[in-house]
């Protein structure tokens, strides 16, 4: 699908990517022995490097070894101190990983969801993994500010309208721009997690649509990352209620057509160079962003849950031209203010010579 970012789970990560014997050994039968079990070992390790090789060009942010679990559900045990930090198995596979000459893996994903402040304790699990990984991962957490605040990655997912919830494009806007303007003082920007499951009888109200108008909002708000739950259940592991992403094909085109079209203008995103403009009916939000470097790109969404035809001015646009991307119409204009036509939910890219 063109994804260059993956979180991955430990149990997924040990069985079918990790090429440590000791930690392969796990996964064979238990009552083999001797050259059997050598065999059976020899036979995931060649498996797993199949595996590998189709992650080339995609970073993965490890999430296991019961961090998470630990530092929210439980307290310290024996000397104080949590399970992650006192079982060698773990110290051993952590070292491992990050040792391992592909780089797989290039962070870790502490927290899911973190509310409450646990910002001491997810401090506390990024300190003890810097103390074994030579390699220097950041961390990552996804929840609340102070979860954020205790790694070197973070962000926050935003479901308005999961199980049929009827929130708008104007309050995800506003959620990223906050979101923003919240990590701004760390020098950080939000990695935000749109939401993309599908259009069951649960969630009547997710659109593609409304998974496009998501993604575009999130690179005009400023996000350092975008990503999607993708995997086929999300919590519906028969299929019987149709929700994730697996269950609904044309969610996951969509999802798949974005990827390629922000790889378009990513390295404008990343110049630096960004300025943001309100529509005159407060309906259309955009971005014109990029330098010399990276080009130039023009991007715009409509917030409103129906078709708009306003004017919106661009400041620095000057007399710059607009080559349409991606289907994108050629707006009138008058010098930097230029007159749109969008439909609901509708977005529009640009690339500004």
């Known amino acids: 699908m063109g994804f260059n970012w993956m979180q991955m789970w430990e149990w997924d990560y040990r069985n079918h990517l990790s090429l440590d014997r000791t930690t392969l050994g796990e996964f064979v039968d238990k009552k083999l022995a001797g050259a059997e079990r050598e065999a059976a070992i020899d036979a995931l390790v060649e498996s797993n490097k199949v595996n590998r090789a189709a992650f080339a060009g995609v970073a993965i942010c490890f999430e296991g070894f019961g961090?998470?679990?630990q530092v929210i559900f439980r307290r310290?045990?024996?000397?104080?101190k949590y399970d992650f930090e006192t079982d060698e198995r773990i110290r051993r596979e952590i070292a491992n990983i990050s040792e391992d000459p592909d780089r797989l893996v290039r962070m870790w994903y502490f927290s899911d969801e973190a509310g409450g402040n646990f910002h001491r304790q997810l401090r506390r699990a990024a300190d003890y993994y810097a103390t074994i990984d030579k390699a220097g991962f950041p961390t990552f957490n996804l929840g609340n500010l102070a979860a954020v605040t205790a790694g070197d990655v973070g962000g926050n997912d935003i479901y308005l309208r999961y199980y049929g919830g009827l929130g708008s494009a104007a309050q995800f806007a506003d959620r990223v721009d906050d979101m923003r303007r919240e990590y701004a003082p760390l020098h950080r920007r939000p990695f935000i997690v749109p939401?993309?499951?599908g259009r069951s009888e649960h969630q009547s109200t997710e659109t593609p649509e409304w998974v496009r108008v998501e993604a575009y909002l999130s690179c005009i708000g400023g996000a350092n990352g975008i990503g999607f739950y993708c995997w086929t259940q999300t919590g519906d592991w028969s299929g019987s209620q149709k929700q994730g992403m697996g269950w609904n094909p044309a969610t996951a085109?969509?999802?798949?057509?974005?990827?390629a079209e922000i790889k378009v203008f990513q390295g404008a995103l990343m110049s630096g160079a960004e300025t943001r403009a309100l529509s005159n009916d407060g309906?259309?939000?955009a971005l014109f962003c990029g330098d010399d470097a990276s080009g130039r790109y023009l991007l715009v969404a409509n917030t409103f849950e129906g078709p708009v035809d306003t004017e919106i001015a661009i400041p620095g646009l000057g007399k710059r031209e607009l080559e349409p991307l991606f289907g994108a119409p050629k707006p009138s204009r008058s010098g930097e203010t230029l007159r749109l036509k969008l439909p609901q939910w509708g977005t529009a890219a640009w690339h500004v010579r």
């Open 67 to 69: 961090v998470w679990d």
């Open 283 to 285: 309906n259309v939000r």
């Open 76 to 80: 310290p045990g024996e000397g104080g």
């Open 253 to 259: 085109h969509e999802v798949q057509k974005l990827i």
């Open 195 to 197: 939401q993309a499951f």
